[in-house]
């Protein structure tokens, strides 16, 4: 994702929005910085970083995604109810997953990279909500069961800087030729995708499979200019296809 690559010491969007720069993109919102912060390293475990997200301490492990403006996106915009159950597809440290549970049933968690499965389980059980989250390892819904379905579905990965990126768009083609079958009837998926420039291929990507954005917001981004998207998106109602 764009400046997302793990770095060994803070993280570079980190000093992007000391610089300031985290507010002055698109004014759709106010700026995510408030609620993450990079608190450094973790005195007990030194490998190991620290984030605060929102009222709560995730630990990074060293491999793992930092939780990032994106993140956030997709936090401040995710709307569970009391007693559904959801799906986090490439949780990383598991913040997604761990804000879910505090209002769900039940949530499953899945990464590719074993590193993230492992880190998602510490912060799951250091917050208190081990019994509530479910972490399994492998690729979008291959830990998934056939008929495991699902009230709400998150998904942040890494998405596609432009057309040349096939590699990452074959990814989230296979999400959402996938995504219907674990959905419960009336379910809804909350994607955040980055930028504004993505989003013919993604209506595109949205109508091949039957699927329709119900609501779009914007955050300010923390490249200049730019904003995050982040969408709710539906099953088309039979009368739309
Ligand atoms: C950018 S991080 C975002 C983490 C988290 N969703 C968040 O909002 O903070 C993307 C995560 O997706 C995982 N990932 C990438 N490709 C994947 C795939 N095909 N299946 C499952 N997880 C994947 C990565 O390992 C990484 O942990």
Redesign the pocket.
Known sequence: ?DG?RPVPLAPCWWLLLVLGLGGCAHQAGPTLAPELSYLGRDPEQPKNMQYRVRDLTFTVFPG??Q??P??LA??RHTRIRRGETVL?????????AVFAARTARRVVA????PA?VENARYNARRLGLAEKIGVRQ???F?PIGPQERFDVI?????YPNSDADQALWD?HE??FAQVKRHLKPGGRIYY?FGFQRNMARLHDMLARNDLRIVAQFEDPAIVPGEAYITCEIQPAPPDRR
């Open positions: 994702m997302r793992v995604f939780p990032a994106d993140s997709l936090l986090d597809i490439g949780t990383g440290a598991g913040v997604q899945t990464d590719i990279n993230a492998g690729d979008l291959s998150l998904f942040n990965i890494e990814v296979r999400f955040q």
